[in-house]
């Protein structure tokens, strides 16, 4: 089995390159269903997650080359099938994103449903529901979904809150439907609108990108193009807060900061000098001990659910107390019961956690539950006096382009271990 092993105590220095944004790849590549021809994506990132999403796309046709370091070239030309099997879905949820392309495109689609994962239920109720108003049938059998529809039809859709990937799918299934298709509570995320701004260059009429309602203009057909994948804002972030883990001053580059505002709000309210350092360059230095801040996450533009355990590391040896609000997702404080091993002083009621500041976080064996906890998890170790072993890296290294890699090359003391059998708790 595989773990990091994190010397703690150490600060960082140094320059951090972000890398692409899994969640603008993720639909991006699944967008290149709705077109044949030759789509060249760059800047993909190199993730378990996209890796399970393009084994996908080859077995329903998609022809898929490397083009140097992060590049891809990928054409759907000669789609073979329309069928998004249970193995890959489950490993990997947002393959539902496949679902709308390929209704719009081959008028059919058999995707099987994701099922929940360790932060919460996670329905696709609004994809659902999205495509019946666009007069897809739909029909759930054997934990698939089947859809059908001789052409998508334009309709009016209101989401009951916004979903990213809700909108996404429905999104993009509307670029081929007839009509004008309006989405109403849209995501505003910038993922959401990279998506769209590729769609309008494959020459999609979309409007309102940004807001909370999406107007989509369906077109007959569309073509391929060239798609640069934006940063990743929630990579950005959690180095950001690496600093403020670990200590030091870094510069992270290839960001794009005005998709970190509210962040960077809330964590110069905690004390850490933060200023921008030229084109997509961002200064970050930690002095002295953090202030508590408390933190809500809500959509975009609010605080993101994506960086909520990370900023839990911080307040966890701040000041004095802060509460940690998560109004996203219903399950996602398992990293409490890890970071109070580590000697954090947390206590959960409801959608919020109590963080009460403690001078030090001591190092343990921990074990990663999820893709942000696990990354949460690394940035206690930065903190924590002493060593701390980090299990569960399957989930770590489905969102983070070798974060090991990264913070060694910042100074951390740090190191993936490959061993035989389990580690013991017990051992630090
Ligand atoms: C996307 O997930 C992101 N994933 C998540 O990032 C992110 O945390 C989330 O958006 C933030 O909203 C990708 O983009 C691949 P939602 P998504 O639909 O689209 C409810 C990460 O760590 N809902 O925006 O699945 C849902 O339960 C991941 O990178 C329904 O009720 O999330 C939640 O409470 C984790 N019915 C809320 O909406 C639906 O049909 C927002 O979920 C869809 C969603």
Do not use: W
Not at 196 to 210: C, T, V
Not at 339 to 351: H, T, Y
Request: proline share 4%; glycine share 12%.
């Amino acid at each position: 089995m595989e773990y990091l092993e994190i010397k703690g105590g150490r600060s960082l220095s140094g320059t951090v390159r972000i890398s692409g944004a899994k969640n603008a790849a993720l639909p991006i590549l699944s967008a290149t269903l709705l077109a044949g021809g030759g789509f060249e994506i760059d800047q993909v990132p190199d993730l378990q997650d996209v890796r399970i999403l393009l084994r996908l796309l080859k077995e329903l046709g998609v022809e898929v080359k490397d083009k140097g370091p992060s590049g891809l070239l990928l054409d759907s030309e000669k789609l073979e099938s329309f069928e998004a099997p249970y193995d890959l879905v489950r490993r990997m949820r947002a393959s539902v994103l496949v679902l709308g392309p390929l209704v719009a495109r081959l008028g059919r689609a058999r995707v099987s449903l994701p099922g929940g994962c360790a932060i919460g239920a996670r329905p696709i109720d609004f994809h659902l529901k999205g495509l019946e108003l666009m007069g897809a049938k739909l029909e759930i059998r054997e934990g698939f979904v089947e859809a059908r529809a001789k052409r998508l039809i334009g309709a009016h859709i209101y989401f009951d809150v916004p979903s990213v990937t809700g909108t996404e799918n429905l999104m993009m299934a509307a670029c081929l439907a007839k009509g004008k298709t309006v989405l109403e509570n849209a995501a505003k995320e910038p993922e959401v609108v990279a998506l769209g701004e590729m769609l309008r260059e494959m020459g999609a009429g979309i409007s309102g990108l940004g807001t909370g309602t999406i107007v989509v203009e369906g077109s007959r057909e569309l073509r391929p193009v060239y798609c640069k994948i934006i940063p990743d804002r929630i990579e950005a972030g959690t180095y950001l807060m690496a600093a403020g883990a670990a200590g030091g001053e870094l510069v992270i580059e290839n960001c794009i900061p005005e998709h970190l505002e509210t962040v960077i709000i809330k964590l110069k309210a905690a004390g850490l000098k933060i200023k921008e350092a030229g084109p997509g360059r961002i200064k970050v230095k930690k002095r002295g001990r953090l202030k508590s801040v408390d933190v809500k996450t809500q959509p975009y533009p609010g605080f993101p659910t994506d960086l909520q355990a990370q900023i839990m590391v911080l307040m966890a040896t701040a000041g004095k107390l802060s509460v940690v609000t998560e109004t996203i997702f219903e399950n996602r404080f398992m990293h409490v019961a890890e970071l109070k091993r580590l000697g954090a002083d947390i206590r959960v009621e409801g959608r919020s956690a109590i963080v009460r500041g403690v001078k030090y976080l001591y190092g343990a064996p921990v074990m990663a539950t999820d893709l942000r906890a696990s990354a949460c998890l690394v940035l206690a170790g930065l903190a924590a006096r002493g060593t701390t072993l980090v299990q569960g890296l399957e989930h770590l290294d489905r969102g983070y382009e070798k974060m090991d890699e990264k913070l060694a090359a910042l100074g951390a003391r740090i190191r993936r271990v490959r061993q035989k059998g389990d580690i013991s708790r017990d051992c630090t």
